[in-house]
């Protein structure tokens, strides 16, 4: 068996059984243990599996695909875009983060605008790419499959050297403990960089991340201006951000 079909063979399991082990990928394949190893430290590299004690798991079980995220709070997501909106500078000069809202925030710029618009989303470019009032500017990079997201030194290296009015941040997790985090230090990375370039920071997520902590920090509140989210935040999530001094607008 070639070693691509191999990587295919662990990688359908780990999807199908939520996560693989050395040993029994060994038997199932008929190769030795050292062998099962390279295998998985390879499909870590490609962003595909996470190794873990004695065997690996999808990447999905971590973080889920753009795909799966854009099916899930439809409703809120679209409130939340249509409000982000209202920051929007006229002929001014946006960022948009990757993610699903501002994916969403990307569907509903209106036909008319002038805008330069910067983002490092691969659909967010596809979707704006035909709009005659835009300029586009894609930021360039390793394109990780789970989030369509632009990431590495290429992008984090060229927001250095750009000043936006808005940035649009989305975020996998919000708190007042640690601020703004996701589980991906590449992305982690540019994410900071984006707000390091932006006049205003906007963040823009829906209210089931509030209170939830990811492994990788990448802005302390304070360098937030506005969270926009959903009318679900609980009250006293809402309290928090605010005595926090994070101005939160509910759509």
């Known amino acids: 068996m070639y070693a691509a079909e191999r990587h295919q063979r662990i990688v359908d399991e780990a999807r ?11 038997d199932a394949l008929e190769v030795t ?16 599996l996470r190794r873990v004690h004695g065997g690996a798991i999808p990447v999905e079980r971590l973080e889920p695909t753009l795909a799966a995220r854009s099916t899930r709070s439809t409703d809120e997501k679209t409130r939340i875009a249509a409000r982000a909106l209202d920051e929007i500078p006229a002929d001014g000069t946006i960022l948009l983060d990757s993610g699903s809202t501002t994916l969403a925030i990307a569907g509903l710029l209106p036909v008319d605008i002038s805008l330069t618009v910067v983002t490092n989303s691969v659909q967010a470019a596809a979707l704006l790419t035909d709009r005659p009032n835009l300029t586009l ?49 590449a992305e982690a990375a540019v994410k900071t960089a984006m707000i390091g370039a932006a006049t205003r920071t906007v963040v823009v997520t829906d209210s089931s991340k509030v209170g939830v902590d990811h492994l990788h920090r990448f802005s302390p509140l304070d360098a937030v201006d506005l969270v926009i989210t959903d009318s679900a935040l609980a009250a006293d999530d809402r309290d928090g951000l605010v005595e926090a001094g994070t101005k939160v607008a509910c759509a």
């Open 16 to 26: 199908r059984n939520g996560r693989v082990a050395v040993a029994d990928l060994a």
């Open 33 to 48: 243990t050292e062998t099962v190893r390279r295998d998985l430290s390879v499909l870590e590299d490609r962003g595909t």
């Open 137 to 185: 500017l894609l930021l360039g990079g390793r394109v990780r499959g789970v989030t369509g997201a632009a990431v590495g030194s290429w992008a984090s290296d060229l927001l250095g050297g750009l000043t936006v009015d808005v940035a649009f941040i989305g975020t996998n997790g919000i708190s007042t403990r640690r601020g703004l985090t996701t589980p991906d230090d």
